[in-house]
């Protein structure tokens, strides 16, 4: 008889160690993602300090080229383009150039329909 009580019995507790194994698979998953976030982390700071490098070549490069921006965008330089033929130029013509004349009084209301008269506000009190 005593062969028939032990085919029914467990071999391992399982009822005292799944607390245990819970905790383990828990540990586990916990030290999974600790690691995982920190290889991310040390990828995305190496990212970040190459993409630092490229910006500051890419600011040498500017300061680099300001001096020929300058020195191309002077008078004298765009002057002679424009003789040379290089730079093409349209004259605005005289009915596109809007003029407005400052030394009326602001009150006075315009004489034509299509005038331009500045108007400012004199300050609003709240």
């Keep these: 008889m005593k062969s028939n009580r032990r085919r029914h019995q467990n ?23 600790w690691v995982y976030l920190s290889n991310q982390q040390i990828a995305r700071g190496r990212e970040i300090s190459k993409l630092e490098e490229q910006l500051k070549g890419l600011r040498n490069e500017n300061v680099a080229l300001r001096s020929p921006i300058a020195t191309l965008s002077s008078r004298t330089a765009l002057q002679k383009r424009l003789n040379d033929g290089f730079i093409k130029m349209v004259p605005i013509p005289s009915e596109s150039i809007v003029q407005v004349n400052y030394n009326r009084p602001s009150n006075q209301i315009a004489m ?15």
């Design 112 to 126: 034509a329909a299509d005038e331009i008269v500045p108007v400012a506000n004199t300050g609003v009190r709240r």
């Design 11 to 33: 071999q391992v507790p399982i009822r005292a160690l799944s607390p245990w194994l819970i905790i383990l698979f828990i540990g586990l998953v916990g030290g999974l993602t």
